[in-house]
């Protein structure tokens, strides 16, 4: 993997289009995988719910009653993370398509030049 300076100096290089156009890519990337990352991570916390409340009671000494409210307690709190993530899902997402709708713009404002 290159290091930050032999990008910089690869960068350098390249003309001024170029670079912009390569910036622009790495930015809808990263906005990209940011979204998944986090999808991902919201589905994990959301399986967790689901997993909790399949697992059949203990028949230990402990109360039910008791059991029941620390799997309720566990569960809200994936729950939460699970909202979380999904909130920052869509904080990546809203960057993906605000960067998607910033290149369509300036490609269409190039193409109609070079006619």
Do not use: Y
């Amino acid at each position: 993997m290159k290091g930050f300076d032999t990008f910089i100096n690869d960068a350098e290089d390249l003309n001024e289009g170029s670079f912009q156009s390569l910036l622009k890519t790495g930015s809808v990337l990263t906005a990209a995988r940011s979204s998944k990352r986090h999808g991902d991570e919201a589905v994990k916390e959301l399986q967790k719910v689901s997993s909790t409340f399949d697992k059949t009671l203990s028949n230990s000494t402990k109360d039910p009653t008791e059991e029941r409210l620390e799997r309720i307690e566990k569960s809200l709190l994936a729950l939460s993370q699970g909202m979380i993530s999904m909130r920052f899902q869509l904080g990546s997402i809203t960057a993906l398509a605000t960067s998607a709708a910033l290149l369509a713009d300036k490609a269409s404002k190039q193409h109609k030049i070079k006619r």
